[in-house]
């Protein structure tokens, strides 16, 4: 992450964001309102909010996140973003009744303990047909897809031993102990993905 302009800037979420909105304009077409957990810079939240003027888009991260994303929403002045919310995934959330949520590029950042944390409160904070869109890197039987990812994962551990690219299939699991149903798993540029589920309460 970098300073643009007085903003932080990923130069990565610029690479992914057209190929993640083709997934969420799918994914979301029906949708109302969106939390994204993670929000990170906020460059995400404004490009999506724009291309989806249907979805009221709410960002949250922890704190030390929130100036930057106020920065790029202040400057943007979409009618459908609100304030964001502080939220930590180990910490309470409050809001409540999205029938959406989307985060990017977070699971391999938590703990697997924290992944966990994540996926057991959802159905706390959402509808019972919501919708799920989760992008990043993913493993699959336990093994990386690609030697990017594998180099990506070792030096995630070797930072942090708690962190690290996760299994799909572990993940999805995840998802299906709390109600949702696997919809798309949509290869994405760059070694990553984008898993889509539907929640059936």
């Known amino acids: 992450m970098m300073q643009i302009f007085d903003k932080p ?10 190929a993640i909105l083709e997934a969420l304009r799918i994914h979301f077409a029906d949708r109302r309102q969106v939390l994204e957990i993670g929000s990170g810079t906020g460059q995400h939240a404004i490009h999506f909010a724009a ?8 960002t949250s991260d922890r704190p030390a996140y929130l100036p930057g994303i106020r920065q790029w929403l ?25 029938d959406a949520v989307f985060s990017s590029n977070t699971l391999h950042i938590m703990g697997w303990d924290e992944v966990q944390t994540f996926f057991a409160k959802l159905p706390g904070i959402l509808t019972a047909d919501a919708r ?21 994962d070792a030096a995630l551990r070797a930072e942090d031993p708690k962190c690290g690219i996760r299994d799909f299939e572990a993940v999805d699991a995840l998802a299906r102990e709390q109600g949702f149903r696997l919809l798309e798993d949509r290869a994405m540029p760059a070694n990553n993905r984008c898993l889509s589920w539907q929640r059936h309460g």
Do not use: M
């Open 51 to 58: 291309a989806l003027p249907h979805l009221i888009w709410q």
């Open 74 to 98: 202040a400057e943007a002045r979409l009618p459908n973003t609100p304030p964001t919310l502080v939220l930590d995934v180990v910490g309470p959330w409050s809001a409540t009744g999205f």
């Open 9 to 18: 800037y990923s130069p990565a979420c610029d690479r992914n964001k057209d």
């Open 132 to 152: 799920l869109s989760i992008y990043g890197p993913f493993h699959y039987g336990g093994q990386p897809t690609s030697p990017s990812n594998a180099e990506f």
